[in-house]
């Protein structure tokens, strides 16, 4: 697709999100929220479950600021029609095109004004009763890995506007439930990325200052009727400076309770980041959720017999998965299996005989561990997940470089 194409296309798209957004988030771990604790009892009893309660907790959440960042970024999973036609779109184009494709949307967006709502409305984000395509624009650079042009393309902002407020809050909400979006340098980088803009948009919150009954202040670069918009955005930028505060503390956490290796979960949103790019089912990114889930510091045996049974699935499907497009798109007939899918890799040169002999390795190994003994030590089960993961971020890379998209 040409990069002209490609713009045109998603402006049809950000201009419907505009005014009827797709952005939701999902809440999809078992246990209660924290947020709803005091609830848990009573409406427990009532037939409620976490994911229903969540819309209640999740709503009371919004209405704080700074937000409370959800130390489990895998409790809410985000969702929005939008977003995938977006992604498919960039998918068609060259690799050498996308930063252009990024900022092509960004600088036009960014001075686009917000729809207006009539009535009472339960659309996050909004402010004033308005709508921004912006929203999305902020999840989807950055889940696709291109916040810096998002921020470099906000600091050249002269002014503050509602839709740049509203783009805040959602980048207030990506913190606040999916905080390893972002790296621990990114958490520590955004509120200094974010300073020029708040300074623009304070500015535009007084007039002049007095003392004493008397002006000691004057702002020449003050002009009546963003007062609002420059309030909104200052607000924003302060709680998301708190929000990082947060999302580090839950960062150093991870490191010194040594129950979370970052790179590995930041690898691991890399692999589900992958996945959708790629065009594979729905099912690969639930096996990694099904594992995780059994993956737990409280996890029993069996419970981690479950996470390896699952890890074996995803690596033998994301196989079979990318066999099947590569030899549809050769002309090709191959057998949907594992074995024949591993050979066929290596004869078309995605793998070497080195790489094939690691991961029948790695698939046997979890075979062996999930299917024949009764139950599996942690040793075992934080081994294998981090080996599978830290695979899937190097065999997704070398698809994506060779252009393959799973059909």
Excluded at 56 to 79: C, H, I, Q, S, Y
């Amino acid at each position: 697709m040409e990069l002209a194409q490609a713009l045109q296309d998603a402006f049809y798209i950000l201009e419907e999100e505009r005014v009827r957004p797709t952005l939701n988030y999902r809440y999809v771990a078992t246990e209660w929220p924290v947020s709803m604790k005091w609830e848990e009892y009573t409406l427990g009893q009532q037939g409620y479950t976490p994911a229903m309660a969540a819309i209640t907790g999740l709503d009371r959440m919004r209405g704080k600021r700074p937000r409370e960042v959800e130390e489990d970024p895998g409790a809410f999973k985000f969702e929005s029609v939008n977003f995938t036609l977006l992604l498919t779109i960039m998918n068609q184009l060259a690799a050498e095109n996308r930063p252009a494709f990024i900022v092509g949307m960004l600088k036009p967006l960014l001075k686009v004004a917000p729809v207006k709502h009539s009535g009472p409305q339960l659309i996050f984000p909004q402010w004033n009763h308005q709508t921004s395509s912006l929203s999305l624009l902020a999840e989807f650079c950055i889940r696709t890995g291109h916040s810096q042009a998002l921020l470099d393309e906000a600091q050249q902002l002269k002014m503050p506007s509602a839709g740049v407020a509203i783009m805040l809050m959602e980048i207030e909400e990506i913190i606040a439930l999916n905080y390893n979006l972002f790296s621990r340098g990114e958490i520590d980088n955004l509120p200094k990325a974010l300073a020029p803009l708040r300074e623009v948009a304070d500015l535009q919150t007084w007039s002049s200052r007095s003392q004493g009954g008397r002006t000691i202040a004057t702002n020449p670069q003050y002009r009546q009727g963003y007062d609002s918009e420059g309030a909104e955005i200052v607000k924003a930028i302060d709680g998301i400076t708190q929000e990082c505060n947060q999302a580090r503390y839950f960062y150093l956490k991870g490191v010194l309770q040594q129950n979370t290796n970052l790179e590995i979960e930041n690898d691991r949103v890399q692999v589900e980041g992958f996945l959708s790019k790629l065009g594979f089912s729905n099912t690969m990114i639930e096996a990694l959720n099904a594992a995780d889930s059994d993956y737990k510091s409280n996890a029993t045996p069996f419970e981690l017999k479950n996470c390896l049974g699952h890890l074996r699935s995803f690596l033998e499907h994301l196989h079979r998965e990318a066999v099947k497009s590569i030899a549809q798109a050769a002309g090709d007939t191959v057998k949907d299996r594992w074995g024949e899918a591993i050979l066929y890799l290596r004869q078309q040169k995605y793998f070497t005989q080195q790489h094939e002999s690691f991961v029948t390795s790695v698939f046997t190994l979890l075979s062996d561990e999930s299917v024949h003994p009764l139950t599996t030590e942690r040793e075992y089960a934080r081994l294998l997940r981090n080996v599978v993961i830290e695979y899937g971020v190097m065999f997704l890379t070398a698809l994506d470089k060779r252009g393959v998209r799973i059909q």
